[in-house]
Each structure stands twice: as structure tokens, then as C-alpha cells.
């Protein structure tokens, strides 16, 4: 069954649409984090763990706890295991976990704290949040599988961890369950800080951030909101959601010159008509969705 409020929130994002200007801007960060990746495109996207502190914990794959390393590549192979009913979704949540907390403290800690709190609930948990999201297969529903996972449709009404029939689990956000769900589920993509300040600042869509930049407790509708308004800006800068989403969250490290971005922007724009207003040039873009200009520390992934 598709989402019932999916056609308002495809409007809605419609209705904050990137000015042509950005865009063109967006696709030049876009283009030069491709490079930056290399060959390995974004399967390469790679990030490195403590191993000694993610061990003992359950989950990750031996052959990646002795590398040290798990790039996005690794973590969606695990997730097609997983929906081919080969690998147990813990493995999953792991992985996942491990790469987006990368070298950072907190990480390993966290996780133990979700799996202590689950305990027997938690593959059952994460088993049937993905049992909701194939529950036609044709069709798979990423909003399904987060409404289960964030316990509701509704802020007001969300259900407390372990609470039946949803699968919330204690200290497990939507800034990692975005990314469990993004590595198993076709559409889905990953939702955290640091992208929902990107994402606000371009689109100027509410409910994203609070005005000292902090994230609003995404519910069910604002993320159909959110993985609308990311289809429709990856179809117009010509890139995957994912690429865009990766460029949104981690800008190219060596910025464009602002003649090399302007002349790489009228080389890949050139077929655009009518006005270009509203936009800001790339090198500002990117300066603006820096990382050291949060506020507070955003989530790794």
C-alpha cells in the first residue's frame, strides 16, 4: 500500500523546487565529488573503524573487522543478503552503524547501548520494519519501513521504544535508521544533520531545522517530503540521488576555483534557458555546507 500522504508531500516539494542557478552550481560540487571518488564511483565511498572497539560488539562481518575499512559498496551487498533472507538485518544495522560513525568515539558505544536495549526485540524489530517496506515487493515503501521505525506517523502519537506494533528502538535516531533503510531499500536515502541543513538552506523547506540549526524530529511525512524534494533535484542536475546526497553531506574537499566553477557551470548549463536568479556561486556553496560550519557535531556517515 503506498504511502497515503504521498501526493501532498511530492507537492509540497515541488513547491520548493532549486532555483536553475543552484543548480547548475550543485551539479559542478557534484561532478568534482565524483572525481574525487575515482574509479570506484560511490560504492567507493569508503571510511575507516576502530576495530578493537567494535570486536566484541555482534554483527560485522569478520572479513571487515580485519580490514579496519567498509565502504558503501560493502554495506550494500549486506543489505541485498539481507533482503534475500542470507544475512540476519543485525548485520545490517552494524555495518551500517559502523560506517557511518566511522572513527568517530561515540560509534561503538552507541550502538552496544541500542543492542542492550533491543535485546531479543532487536532482530525481530528490524526484521519486520523491512517486512513493511516489502510488503508488496513489486512496490517496495521506504516510509513504511520509517514510520515503523520511528514509531508512528505522527510526533505527537510516537510510540516509545519496544512499544507494539512498532519497531522504535531505544537511542536508534533517524539519522542511522535512514541509513539501515538506505542500504536495504530501493529510494530510500540517508537523512541526518548535516544534510537537512544543506537540504534546508537550498530549498528553504520547513520543518527540516530548528533556527539554531539543530534537526527537527523528522516524522513519516516530512522525510516523503524530504526523499521527494531529492529526486526531483538529482533528475534536474543530472546525478543519483545518492551522488547528491554524498555532495550535500561531505563537499568536495578541494574546492572548484570560482573561474574553473563558473567555467565548468556555462559548459554543463549551456543548454538552460531563461533566468538564473536566486543562486549563489559554487565555491559559496560549498563553503556553505562545510562541515566546520555546523554549529554543533553532526552525524558521521
Known sequence: MPYPHDEQAQQEADAHRISDNNAGQLKVLCMKKLRELGDAGLRGHSTKFPVTAWRDLPGLPGDILSRGCISRGDVLDIGDLVIGGKLSPVVLLAASFAWGTGTTGYGPQRYREIVDAAGARLEPSLRRALDAVYQDPGSPDPIAGYAQLYGGCQHDQRARPGQAPWCRLHRLGPAFFTKFLYFAVPGALILDNRVAN?????????????????????????????????????????????????????????????????ELYSEETADRAGPQSGGIRATELASSLRPDREIRQADVH
Do not use: I
Open 198 to 262: 544543506a537540504v534546508s538552506q537550498l530549498s528553504n523547506l520547513p520543518h527540516l531545522v530548528t533556527a539554531d540549526r539543530r534537526s527537527v524530529a523528522w516524522t513519516p511525512y516530512r522525510y516523503a517530503v524530504y526523499l521527494h524534494w531529492m529526486r526531483q533535484t538529482a533528475a534536474t542536475v543530472g546525478v543519483w540521488p545518492g551522488m547528491l546526497e554524498l555532495a550535500l553531506f561531505q563537499p568536495p574537499a578541494d574546492s572548484l576555483s570560482e573561474q574553473d566553477a563558473d
